[in-house]
């Protein structure tokens, strides 16, 4: 089955700084890949996500960029701001119901 | 809001013990999921309902046990308990069993095992 790796488990980035967070997966047959947030005492909410038809995808200050060849995805969120400090888990599937979680990446924004 | 409503939000019982969590999917939301989530650990699968039948399973353990009822609300039942078993368990809605999309995540409930 699926397994995906999350890296870092823990970053913390100055207010207005880039942050990046990658990750891979192992089934070459999964077309579908979103990052999740997740804010202390909440569940998991979308913030973007990805297909395999296309190798980069932006809204406003979070991309996430796809390389299907190496097998790996990546977060990017630029101008950092406080609010953006939570747990952000990201994800590969074929369908809904074989989705599999990273272990997850704690970003601290400090002011 | 996601629109997906899980009781109880906390919950403490011991070891033996058998609980039920409840779920209510978003409005419209045919598909309904169950994750747990132990500390620093990401969501592990556990099963997924479509419109009342059982569509796929995880890493469920036998002494777990789930269900969805004509209302498409869920239950999911954990018996004899061990210390092990406290996590979060959220629940998760969306429309469809077969395709790739959102899933709608409830706020949790956190199960604590003495």
């Known amino acids: 089955g699926e397994n995906v790796e999350q890296h870092p488990s823990t970053l913390s980035v100055q207010e207005g700084d880039s942050a990046v967070i990658k990750c891979t997966y192992s089934d070459s047959a999964s077309n579908y890949f979103p990052w999740y947030k997740q804010e202390l005492g909440k569940g998991p909410q979308l913030i973007i996500d990805i297909r395999s038809n296309v190798g980069e995808k932006k809204d406003q200050r979070i991309a996430v960029t796809l390389n299907k060849t190496a097998k790996h995805f990546s977060l990017h969120i630029t101008e950092t701001q406080p609010e953006d400090s939570a747990v952000y888990f990201c994800?590969?599937?074929?369908?809904?119901?074989?989705?599999?979680f990273g272990a997850g990446t704690r970003l601290t924004v400090k002011p | 809001d996601s629109g997906v409503t899980q009781t109880p939000k906390h919950l403490i019982t011991a070891t033996g013990q058998r609980v039920t969590l409840r779920c209510s999917p978003r409005s419209g939301d045919l598909s309904v999921y169950w994750y747990q989530q132990s500390l620093d650990q990401g969501l592990q699968f556990l099963i997924q309902y479509y419109n009342g039948e059982e569509r796929a399973k995880g890493n469920i353990l036998e002494r777990f046990s789930a269900q969805q009822f004509p209302d498409l609300h869920s239950e999911l039942n954990l018996s004899s308990l061990e210390l092990g078993d406290s996590a979060l368990y959220f629940c998760?809605?969306?429309?469809?069993?077969?395709?790739?999309?959102?899933?709608?995540f409830g706020e949790g409930s956190r199960l604590t095992v003495l």
């Open positions: 994800a590969a599937s074929i369908r809904n119901n074989d989705m599999r």
């Open positions: 998760a809605s969306s429309v469809a069993s077969e395709y790739t999309g959102e899933l709608f």
